[in-house]
C-alpha cells in the first residue's frame, strides 16, 4: 500500500516537473511557427502574429529590488506568442510597461519596443526609442540594472536567445549612459538579480 | 536750468580743495612747466596675449606711466581743459586730475594718489598706482598692479606670487615654494631638471641667486606658460616633493634634494619602506648611522623608488562638456564632481609619490570613452583610474562601489587571444622579432587580474571612511575601461540620486576623504607592482619588497 503510495506520488512529481519544463522552458521555443533559423532577421513589430487571443504564459520579469542595487524577479502573465520573434517582442513590450509601486522599474519611462530581430546563434537584437537613453538617469548602477533588465529578461524567459544586443533607433550604440558596452550582444547575468523565488504574480503583463 | 555735466561739482570741489591747501602754505598754485624726467624701470604688462615691456618714468622721485601710453593702451580719451585740469574718458565715466593734487575724482568718487600728476613738455604722468586706484574702478577689464614685482595684469589671469628659497638641509638642500594664492601643481623630473607646473596662466615668480656651479642646485627659471624650473646640480640625487597648505590662501611645495650616493656608499637614507639597489637591501628599515640630529640627515625619499614600477598615472574624471553624467536633486552634476576630485587627487599624488598623473580632460570638455582609454594607451600609464558619480532609481541608495572590467561569454577567449597576442615577424636581414598585437576591445583582457587587485585596494581603503553600497566590488562590462591597456576601475564615489549624498559629495571634506583613501590605495597597488616585478626579476628593485604595505602611513 505504502509503495503504491509512493509511486502515485513519484508520477505526480514528474508530471508536474514536465508541465512546469513545458511551460516556462519549452513553450516559447517548441510553438513557434517557423522555426527561428529560417528567419533570422525576421523584424517582430511587423511580423507580429495574431496571437492565440487571450492566452498567456507565466514570465519572470524584473524590477529594481529594495535595495536599489539588484533586480528581482516577479511572476508575471505575458501574452503567448506563436514565434521566438513573437513571444520575445511580448516579453519586452511587458517588461516596459509601467509598474505600480511598490514595483519600481528600471526602464525609462517613455523607452518603447521599435522592433526586435533574433538571429541563428540566438542573438536578439531589441531596438529601443531613444528615451531609454535620454530619460535614463545615469550611474553605472542605474545603466547595469536597465540593461540587464532587457537581456534577463529574454534569456531567462526564452532559452533560444543566449544574448541581447540593444539598438538606439535601429543603431548600435556604445552605451546608454556612458558606462555599459553595448556593442556586442551580452550574455545573461543572474548576479545582478536578488536570489530567492520569484515574487508572487502581480497581474496580467500590459 | 541746464543740468550739470556729471564730475562739474568734483571739480569745483578740487579746484576749491587746491586753493585752500595753497592758502594754507601761502603759496600760490603754480604749474611746473617742466619735470626732470628719467627713464624708469619698465613693467611687465600681461595680458591674455601675452607679456610686453609698458615704460616707466621716474619724475620727481616716483615711479609714474606715461598718460598717452595708458590711452591707447587702455583706449582713453584725454582731454585738458582751460583750467589746467585733465579729463580721462572711458565709456562715459570720466577720471578728473587737477596739477599739483594728489586727489583725484573718479566718476565722481575722490581717491588719492602718492604723488600729483606731472608735465613735462607735452606729455603727462601719472603715478603707476593711478591704474589700481583711479583707472581700474571704471574699467571693465579687471586691473591688477604689481609694484613689488613690476606687473600689471589685465583680465582674469591666474598669475600666483612664487617666492623661492633654497637652504642647506642636512647633506642635501631644501628648496621651499611659497605660492599665493594656492595653485595645483605638477612636479616632474627628467634628468637633472625639475619642473613645477601650475595650473596658471602665468607667475608672478621672486627667484633666489644661486650659483652655476652649485653642486646641488644651480639654477632657477621659469618658463611658459606657468612653470618654475629647477636645474640640479652634478650631485643631485634623489628628490622628494611635498606639497602643503598655508593658511586659507597660499600652498607650499617643499622639494628636497639629497647628494647622490658616492660609490660604495649608501644613500643617506632613513626609514625607507622600498627597497633600493644599493646593496645590500636592508630587509628592514635602514637605521641611520649615528643617531639622528635635529641637523643630521634628512629622511629617505620614500616616494621614489629607484625604477619605479608607478610612472604614469591617467585619472579620468568621468563624463564632461555636453555629458553632465548625473544630476543631483539640487541640481548637483556628476561631471563637476568627477573633475573636482580628479584634480586634488591629481595633486595629492604627484606631489607626495613624484608619479606623473594625467588628467583625460582638463576642462568641461565632451570625451569618447575611447579618446579617455586612448590617452593612457599613448602615455604609456600604469594605472587607469576613472571616477563616477553613481545613480539609483531609488533615491535611498547610497554608498561608494568600485567596479573592474567583466567579460561574459567571450572573457576566457578574449583573455587568451591578448595573451597569444604577440607574433614573430621576420625582419630585413635575417632574424625575427616579437611585435605585441593587442586588439583595441581585448586590451583589458589581460590586466583583469590587476585591476581586481587594485579595486580590492580601494574598497579596502575605502572601508571606514567612505561608505560603501552593499555590493562595493563588482565585475560589469564597462566600456572606458575595455580599452586600457593596463590595470584599470571605475569608481562610483557615491549616489547623486540621494539628496543626503549629493550635499556630501559636494563638501570638501569629503572629497579630500575620497582622495585621501585613493591615494593610499595607489601607494598600495605601487608596492603591490613592485612586489610583483621583484619576484619575476630578482635581485632587481623590487628584491626584498615586502607585502603589499599597510595602507596607513605607506608612502607618506
Keep these: 500500500m505504502s509503495r503504491t503510495r509512493l509511486l502515485a506520488t513519484a508520477g505526480v512529481v514528474v508530471a508536474v516537473g514536465l508541465l512546469a519544463w513545458l511551460l516556462f522552458a519549452r513553450l516559447p521555443r517548441g510553438t513557434a511557427r517557423p522555426p527561428a533559423s529560417a528567419q533570422p532577421a525576421a523584424p517582430a513589430v511587423a511580423a507580429t502574429a495574431p496571437a492565440d487571443e487571450g492566452r498567456t504564459i507565466t514570465a519572470r520579469l524584473f524590477y529594481v529590488a529594495d535595495d536599489g542595487l539588484h533586480l528581482r524577479a516577479v511572476a508575471r502573465e505575458v501574452p503567448f506568442g506563436a514565434t521566438p520573434v513573437d513571444q520575445a517582442t511580448a516579453l519586452v513590450n511587458a517588461q516596459l510597461a509601467a509598474v505600480q509601486p511598490p514595483l519600481v522599474s528600471a526602464i525609462p519611462t517613455g523607452t518603447t519596443l521599435q522592433a526586435l530581430y533574433i538571429t541563428d546563434k540566438g542573438d536578439a537584437y531589441v531596438d529601443l526609442s531613444p528615451q531609454v537613453s535620454q530619460n535614463h538617469p545615469g550611474g553605472t548602477t542605474a545603466e547595469l540594472l536597465t540593461v540587464y533588465t532587457i537581456v534577463d529578461t529574454l534569456t531567462v524567459n526564452m532559452p533560444a536567445i543566449s544574448a541581447v544586443q540593444i539598438l538606439l533607433n535601429g543603431q548600435e550604440v556604445d552605451t546608454l549612459a556612458g558606462h555599459v558596452d553595448l556593442r556586442r550582444p551580452l550574455q545573461k547575468d543572474l548576479t545582478i538579480v536578488q536570489t530567492g523565488p520569484p515574487a508572487a504574480p502581480t497581474g496580467k503583463g500590459h | ?556
Design chain 2, 1 to 556: 536750468m541746464t543740468p550739470r555735466p556729471p564730475g562739474l561739482a568734483a571739480r569745483i570741489l578740487l579746484f576749491a580743495a587746491a586753493i585752500a591747501a595753497a592758502g594754507a602754505l601761502g603759496t600760490a598754485p603754480r604749474l611746473r612747466a617742466a619735470q626732470a624726467v628719467r627713464a624708469g624701470t619698465p613693467y611687465t604688462l600681461l595680458t591674455a596675449s601675452g607679456r610686453r615691456p609698458l615704460a616707466t618714468s621716474d619724475v620727481r622721485g616716483h615711479d609714474m606711466f606715461g598718460l598717452d601710453d595708458l590711452a591707447s593702451l587702455f583706449q582713453l580719451q584725454v582731454h585738458e581743459d582751460t583750467l589746467g585740469a585733465l579729463t580721462v574718458s572711458y565709456k562715459g565715466k570720466t577720471i578728473i586730475l587737477t596739477p599739483e593734487q594728489t586727489l583725484v575724482s573718479v566718476n565722481g568718487r575722490l581717491v588719492s594718489l602718492p604723488a600729483p600728476p606731472a608735465r613735462a613738455g607735452r606729455r603727462w604722468f601719472v603715478p603707476v598706482e593711478f591704474v589700481g586706484r583711479a583707472l581700474a574702478p571704471i574699467y571693465d577689464t579687471p586691473l591688477e598692479l604689481r609694484p613689488e614685482s613690476r606687473l600689471l595684469i589685465v583680465g582674469n589671469l591666474r598669475v600666483p606670487h612664487v617666492s623661492v628659497t633654497v637652504a642647506p638641509a642636512g647633506p642635501g638642500a631644501r628648496i621651499t615654494i611659497d605660492i599665493r594664492p594656492r595653485t595645483p601643481e605638477t612636479v616632474t623630473r627628467s634628468g637633472t631638471e625639475l619642473r613645477i607646473a601650475f595650473q596658471a596662466d602665468d607667475l608672478d615668480p621672486v627667484l633666489p641667486a644661486v650659483s652655476s656651479s652649485g653642486a646641488l642646485v644651480r639654477s632657477f627659471s621659469t618658463s611658459a606658460p606657468a612653470t618654475l624650473v629647477i636645474g640640479l646640480g652634478p650631485q643631485a640625487g634623489q628628490t622628494r616633493a611635498t606639497t602643503q597648505a598655508v593658511g586659507a590662501t597660499a600652498g607650499r611645495v617643499e622639494i628636497d634634494v639629497m647628494p647622490a650616493a658616492s660609490p660604495g656608499q649608501p644613500q643617506p637614507s632613513a626609514p625607507a619602506p622600498y627597497p633600493t639597489p644599493t646593496p645590500p637591501a636592508p630587509s628592514a628599515p635602514a637605521a641611520p648611522a649615528t643617531p639622528a640630529a635635529p641637523s643630521g640627515p634628512l629622511p629617505g625619499l620614500p616616494g621614489a623608488p629607484a625604477q619605479p614600477s608607478l610612472q604614469t598615472i591617467v585619472i579620468d574624471p568621468g563624463h564632461g562638456g555636453s555629458d553632465p553624467g548625473v544630476k543631483g536633486p539640487h541640481g548637483t552634476l556628476e561631471k563637476d564632481i568627477t573633475m573636482a576630485v580628479a584634480r586634488q587627487l591629481k595633486a595629492a599624488i604627484e606631489s607626495r609619490l613624484g608619479v606623473r598623473v594625467l588628467l583625460t580632460r582638463n576642462g568641461d570638455q565632451t570625451l569618447t570613452a575611447d579618446e579617455r582609454a586612448s590617452m593612457a594607451n599613448n602615455n604609456k600609464a600604469d594605472l587607469f583610474l576613472s571616477l563616477h558619480a553613481n545613480a539609483s532609481f531609488r533615491s535611498n541608495v547610497q554608498g561608494a562601489e568600485v567596479f573592474y572590467l567583466g567579460l561574459d561569454r567571450d572573457a576566457a577567449k578574449a583573455t587568451q587571444e591578448a595573451q597569444a597576442g604577440a607574433q614573430q615577424l621576420p625582419v630585413f636581414g635575417g632574424g625575427s622579432r616579437t611585435l605585441e598585437i593587442v586588439p583595441w576591445q581585448l586590451a583589458q583582457a589581460r590586466f583583469i587580474p590587476e585591476s581586481q587587485a587594485f579595486a580590492q585596494m580601494i574598497e579596502q581603503q575605502f572601508q571606514g571612511k567612505v561608505p560603501l553600497d552593499a555590493r562595493g566590488l563588482t565585475q560589469a562590462p564597462l566600456r572606458v575601461l575595455v580599452g586600457a591597456n593596463m590595470p584599470a576601475v571605475l569608481v562610483e564615489m557615491g549616489y547623486l540620486t540621494n539628496p543626503d549624498q549629493e550635499n556630501q559629495l559636494g563638501t570638501a571634506a569629503y572629497q579630500n576623504t575620497i582622495v585621501q583613501a585613493l591615494y593610499a590605495a595607489i601607494v598600495q597597488f605601487r608596492d603591490y607592482l613592485t612586489h610583483q616585478t621583484g619576484r619575476q626579476n630578482p635581485g632587481g628593485p623590487g628584491t626584498g619588497a615586502p607585502k603589499p604595505a599597510s595602507p596607513q602611513g605607506a608612502g607618506r
